[in-house]
């Protein structure tokens, strides 16, 4: 290898490097802007982050402050603190109670109600004439045998009633 070739090699190199230098250059003047703006933004982000922390900071210290307990602030006994979870519970389960006693108020009034047109129903009924086939001392019979412990089906039977003839005088009786 000569010496002009490698002379030539070098300069070769050099230019390259001048061109890549260049372009470098170029890269940064043209992206400094964009990087100058990030920066900011970057910076921004960080400073209002701080903030935050700060608060956050003091707010925790006053919480600190209220939460440490006083050389006035006495500590709740056992019992005190029973008798407290007492008082609490009693006051949440009391409107319970008073709208259950309202509620069983409400039933019993009800049950009284249904009681008095069930007994008018019955007295209605009782005034409708009896079905002919249906004679008192078949009425006595009926509830004989079913006093003696004989199925309707069969007491029906014997009789030649209806089963629904024979509930209904059981039912007239009161005795199903």
Known sequence: MSFASLHLNIEYVVVAMFLLMLYILFYVFTKDP????N???IASVVEELNREVFYLKKNLAEIKKEIQPTATTKRMSDDEIY????????????????????LQETIYMLDSQIDTRISSL??????????????????DKIISLFKQGISLETIS???????P????????????
Do not use: C, W
């Not at 964009?34 to 703006?37: F, Y």
């Open 34 to 37: 964009d990087s100058a703006r």
């Open 39 to 41: 920066i900011r933004s």
């Open 83 to 102: 008798q407290e979870i007492e008082r609490s519970v009693y006051d949440m389960t009391q409107p319970l109670s008073i709208g259950v006693k309202n």
């Open 122 to 139: 019955e007295n209605g009924v009782k005034q409708f004439s009896i079905p002919a086939s249906i004679h008192a001392n078949d009425d």
């Open 157 to 163: 039977k014997e009789l030649h009633l209806s089963q």
């Open 165 to 176: 003839e024979v509930e209904f005088v059981l039912k007239i009786n009161k005795i199903k």
